[in-house]
């Protein structure tokens, strides 16, 4: 009977600590989430106050969080001089883009593809024979449809390192979150007020990137 006694209490403890854990954890996410936007909003503010200035004066103040260097981020996109159609063909060889039909599949890939620059920068990190068939770039354009250009994925995928985006997966999950961001000022600033090891995880980095495009 003591013996039963003593097992409830330990697992009434052992209870207690889990839930502890758990909501300690999710109050961590919660004020994570919380400054992420913070410091979101606080670059928009920050932008659009450089907008308004003269264009000498380029750093501008955030409210509480310091300033945002904009001396070298002017221009609001990323503008991108990659044919889709040329990047793909590219990819696929000299054989493997010159029938009607391989040219008809390019063209469907390319549907969405505001240029080839995110395509160009996910393949990179896929390497040669992971983005060098068909189906293979086909994943990926379809991934890209709806990004401004690479700067957005080259970021992201840079912020979480070689092995962190080198795989079909990840550089679609990477691509789709990106959806939305003009280029890749407001991650990489607010990565930088994070820091390295606050913003170097697939769900670290990919929180800041959706919270950038207004995707939560």
Request: hydrophobic letters at 40%.
């Amino acid at each position: 009977m003591f013996t039963r006694k003593i097992g409830l209490v330990l697992m009434m403890l052992a209870l207690s600590a889990t839930t502890a854990h758990a909501e300690g954890t999710t109050t961590a996410a919660f004020m994570r989430a919380v400054k992420v936007q913070t410091l979101v909003s606080d670059f928009l503010l920050a932008r659009e106050a450089a907008r308004q200035t003269p264009r000498s004066a380029v750093i501008a103040a955030a409210p509480g969080a310091g300033t945002f260097d904009f001396r070298d981020r002017r221009d609001e996109c990323d503008d991108d001089d990659l044919s889709c159609v040329d990047v793909v063909c590219d990819l696929l060889g000299t054989f493997g883009c010159d029938s009607q039909s391989e040219i008809s599949a390019v063209l469907g890939a390319c549907r969405g593809n505001d240029g080839g620059g995110c395509i160009s920068s996910l393949c990179d990190r896929l390497g040669t024979f992971g983005c060098d068939s068909l189906s293979e770039v086909q994943a990926v354009a379809a991934s890209c449809a709806n990004n401004r250009g690479g700067a957005c994925v080259t970021s992201v995928c840079n912020h979480l390192g070689t092995f962190g985006c080198d795989s079909q997966d990840e550089v679609t999950r990477v691509a789709q979150a990106c959806r939305g961001n003009r280029n890749a000022d407001c991650v990489d600033a607010v990565c930088q007020r994070l820091g390295t090891f606050g913003c170097d995880s697939e769900s670290e980095v990919l929180q800041v990137v959706r919270e950038c495009a207004g995707n939560r």
